[in-house]
């Protein structure tokens, strides 16, 4: 069985200040071909199409319980750190400052 895992920032853009967690992701059973769209300091847009995904990885396992119990590692495994942009800035946004953290999404 086959999946994927997106690590997403449906947030306000801002700057990354670092993604957290990649050697838990990288090291969990049934991850392969992690991929990190963005580097510190670079600006992340909100993810609105797939040109765009901070964080992706194939997941698979034997069977589709073990590809959404791996999913859900992944997820709980990456966090974000997002510096948001100035009120300003042409990228800013009016929604608040979230950061995917797992499952939850947890005010900055």
């Known amino acids: 069985m086959l999946g994927s895992v997106v690590v997403r920032n449906d947030d306000a853009p801002g ?3 670092a993604v957290h967690g990649l050697d838990e992701l990288r090291a969990l059973p ?7 769209g963005f580097g ?8 609105d199409h797939n040109m765009c995904i901070p964080v ?3 997941v698979h396992g034997p069977d589709q319980a073990t590809v959404l119990r791996t999913i859900a590692a992944a997820r709980a495994a990456v966090r974000l750190e997002i510096a948001p942009d100035p009120a300003d800035s042409p990228m800013a946004a009016t ?5 995917a953290e797992g499952d939850a999404r947890t005010p900055v």
């Open 56 to 58: 992706s990885a194939s």
């Open 15 to 17: 700057t990354l200040l």
């Open 30 to 36: 049934g991850i392969a071909d992690v991929l990190v």
């Open 40 to 47: 510190p300091g670079d600006p992340v847009p909100v993810t």
């Open 95 to 99: 929604a608040p400052r979230l950061v």
